[in-house]
């Protein structure tokens, strides 16, 4: 072979090498920092994975808040009316934040089904609802999409 071309055949090659690296760092990169959404019904059966940053949410169950005096440790419940999961939160929750009203949290579920949030969001209006609860809602037959 030519050394001009065995030249340009290890420059394609290592060209080539030095992308799929990249391309695989980056989609290892991607796949540690994707938040997969899962309803209450999907973690109480178990669907959702333990100690993994994963999103839930649902509707608060009226009746479930509780805090821990003396500190900012809320325990509560989220439901889509199907099934229920226990959340604890250690921190300051969102003013919006109410029973009844809709709620995303991220954080980890433990083995005895126990959600450890990190974050706590709720709806910034009367009128919204995150697309993923109202698709959960709606599963569950509790949901009016006409109202929307």
């Known amino acids: 072979m030519n050394p001009k ?3 340009r055949l290890i420059l394609i090659l290592l060209g080539v090498a030095g992308v799929s690296i990249a391309v695989l760092l980056l ?3 991607f796949r540690q ?3 997969y959404f899962f309803t209450p019904t999907e973690i109480a059966v178990g669907t959702a994975p333990q100690g993994q940053i994963i999103r839930g949410g649902g509707m608060v169950k009226v009746g479930s808040v509780s805090r821990v005096e003396g500190t900012l440790e809320t325990h509560f419940l989220v439901t889509d009316y199907a099934a229920d999961f226990e959340v604890v939160y250690d921190g300051i929750l969102p003013d ?3 029973e009844g009203d809709g709620v995303v949290i991220i954080g980890k579920l433990d083995e005895n089904l126990l959600f450890t949030a990190d974050e706590v969001l709720a709806k ?3 009128t919204y609802m995150p ?3 109202t698709q959960a809602l709606e599963q569950a037959g509790h949901v009016d999409t006409t109202d929307n």
Request: charged fraction near 35%; aromatic fraction near 12%; proline fraction near 6%.
């Open 96 to 98: 919006l934040f109410r």
């Open 5 to 7: 071309r065995k030249q």
């Open 33 to 35: 920092n994707v938040n």
């Open 124 to 126: 910034h209006d009367e």
């Open 131 to 133: 697309p993923e609860v």
């Open 27 to 29: 989609l290892f990169a």
